[in-house]
C-alpha cells in the first residue's frame, strides 16, 4: 500500500503542530545526504464500537526508537511518555477515525556537505491513515539475491534510514519478479527476515523464528505474536538459525510487522507452502492478533493507549525544537 499524505494533516515538526506543507528540511541536510536518521513505526486500530482509536504498544516503540537514536548519538529530549501524548493530540487534532500508522523520525540536521557527524539533532512525528501494507491474501515471496546488513556493517535491529536501501533494492527486485515480498538471508546463508517485516514458521509442532542474532530487527509485533502464541494458543515457541531450505518444507509461513500485521505465507520461490493454503495456525493467530490490537480481548489492553480520551487532554507542551542549521561545510 501506498499512504499518500494529506498537504494540511498536522504533524509534530521543530518542536510545534504545524501542516504537512509546512514541515520543511533544506537540500543539504546531512540526513538526506548520508542517511544518517532513525525512524520507529507505531500502529493505531479504531474501534467503531468504542469510538476510540487505540495506538499499539507506544510506549515501548518509542522506548525503542530513542535506543537506536542512541546508535548515531542523536537525542531526542522528549521522553517516551511525552512522545505518546504527542501521537494521541495528533490523532485528536486530525480527527483520525480510521486505522493508522505513525512515523517518527530522527535525524542529524545540520546543513552542510561532510559525513562527520555533530550535535544537531532534529525530530518529527506524522500520523496519517493506513490500512493495509501488504495484499490481504496468502502471500509469494522470494529470497533475495541481496543479503541482509550484518551488525557490525549498519546494526539492522536499529531502523537506521540509510541502512533501508537494502530493503529498497530486495524489494524492487522482489516486485519485479513477481513476487510480494522479499526474504532476506545473512551472510552465513540462513534466514533473516522479511525486507520490511520478522518471519515465522511451523514445523513439527513448534512456532520458529530467527532469533535476534541473525541480523533481525527486535520486533515489538514479533514479541506480540510469541506472547500470544505461548499464553493463548499453547503452542511451543523456539529462536534459531533457519535454514532457507526449512521454508519449502515448513508446514506453515508468516510475517509480522507494525505494517504488515500478521500477513500468511502460502508460497516460496515458486513452491507452495504445505498445501498452499493459508494454515490453521496463521489464520488463528491473525484472528487473536487483530482482536487483540482493536480492544476486543481483555487481556491485551495492556498493549494499548486511547487516542481519543487519553491521559491527558490539555496540548502537551512543545519539546525538541530543531536546531538552527549551521553554516555550510565548516
Known amino acids: 500500500m501506498k499512504a499518500e499524505a494529506d498537504p494540511n494533516l498536522i504533524v509534530y515538526f521543530g518542536g510545534e503542530y504545524v501542516p504537512l506543507r509546512e514541515a520543511q528540511v533544506g537540500i543539504l541536510t546531512h540526513a538526506l545526504h548520508y542517511g544518517t536518521g532513525v525512524f520507529e513505526g507505531i500502529r493505531g486500530y479504531w474501534n467503531d464500537t468504542e469510538q476510540q482509536l487505540f495506538l499499539v504498544r507506544p510506549v515501548e516503540h518509542y522506548q525503542r526508537w530513542k535506543q537506536n537514536c542512541g546508535i548515531l548519538r542523536i537525542d531526542v529530549p522528549a521522553s517516551a511518555e511525552q512522545l505518546c501524548e504527542i501521537t494521541a493530540e495528533l490523532v485528536r487534532r486530525n480527527s483520525l477515525r480510521t486505522d493508522i500508522y505513525v512515523r517518527p523520525l530522527a535525524y542529524k540536521s545540520a546543513e552542510r556537505v561532510g559525513v562527520a557527524t555533530d550535535d544537531q539533532d532534529a525530530f ?66 540462513q534466514v533473516s527476515e522479511g525486507a520490511t517485516c520478522n518471519i515465522f514458521m511451523m514445523r513439527r509442532g513448534k512456532l520458529v523464528t530467527p532469533s535476534v542474532t541473525e541480523n533481525v530487527l527486535e520486533g ?79 487481556t491485551y489492553r495492556k498493549w494499548l493507549v486511547p487516542a481519543f480520551g487519553s491521559r491527558q487532554q490539555a496540548e502537551p507542551e512543545p519539546v525538541g525544537a530543531a536546531s538552527a542549521p549551521s553554516n555550510v561545510a565548516r
Open 220 to 298: 515489538i509485533t514479533r514479541d506480540s505474536v510469541m506472547e500470544l502464541a505461548q499464553h493463548e494458543m499453547g503452542l511451543a515457541v523456539a529462536e534459531r538459525a533457519i535454514d532457507r531450505s526449512e521454508l519449502y518444507i515448513c508446514d506453515e509461513l508468516f510475517l509480522t510487522g507494525t505494517a504488515v500485521g500478521i500477513s500468511p505465507v502460502v508460497r516460496v520461490d515458486h513452491r507452495p507452502v504445505k498445501d498452499g493454503v493459508i494454515g490453521a495456525v496463521t489464520g488463528e493467530m491473525r484472528r487473536l492478533y487483530f482482536e487483540a490490537v482493536r480492544g476486543n480481548l481483555q
Open 124 to 189: 518529527a512525528v506524522v500520523a496519517l491513515p493506513f490500512g493495509q501494507y501488504l495484499p490481504d491474501k496468502g502471500l509469494h515471496v522470494g529470497v533475495s539475491s541481496w543479503r541482509r546488513l550484518e551488525d557490525n556493517s549498519i546494526p539492522a535491529r536499529g531502523k537506521i534510514c540509510g541502512a533501508y536501501v537494502n530493503s529498497a533494492l530486495a524489494t524492487d527486485d522482489a516486485r519485479r519478479a513477481g513476487y510480494d515480498e522479499a526474504l532476506f538471508l545473512n551472510e552465513n546463508g
